[in-house]
């Protein structure tokens, strides 16, 4: 995306910022301002790395489990905070794509007799078809910190103490 006049004088306002920050840190060792500014602007994230080099960076508090729109349970495995991107795990049914015979009823496939209905790729007269198989298994997937944070925290599903009731 080409930058605008607007994102110039933008990245001109920080990188004065960013320079004198640094300058005041790094003046003493005679470290060169300009390939410090260099390197954090060759970042996905210089503010980030301006952070990091003044070491003032703040990682920021992320819930470590939460529950999407989709009412999946995702576990956080670790923030890149150069992408702001969270790495999490969730939790699926396993699946196997078959191809069928189009006068096959689909309702009719299950994951015990799926083999059954099985056809070759190259057969003709075949359609594609998922199978959800009852077995789960872990999957990796990335999101954006902010999209994270629009998560709802999980919450462990109550236990509720069974009631009784003493007769006499």
Known sequence: MA???????????????????????YQATGTPIDKLLRVAYATANPEVAVELMLNIY??????????????????????NAFEGQVTYSYQQNK????????????????????????????????????????EMEELQSTTSLSAWEKCQKWHAPQ?????YYLED
């Open 58 to 79: 703040e990682e920021p508090v992320i819930e470590q489990v939460v529950v999407d729109s989709n009412n999946r349970k995702l576990t956080f495995i670790s923030f």
């Open 159 to 163: 236990v509720k103490e069974p009631d």
């Open 95 to 134: 699946s196997v794509h078959i191809y069928v015979s189009k006068d096959v009823n689909v309702a009719e496939i299950t994951p015990e007799n799926y083999q059954e209905y099985k056809k070759s790729w190259g057969d003709n007269n075949i359609t594609g078809h998922n199978v959800i198989l009852p």
């Open 3 to 25: 930058k605008t006049a607007n994102n110039q004088n933008n990245e001109q306002g920080f990188s004065k910022i960013y320079r004198q920050a640094l300058l005041n840190r």
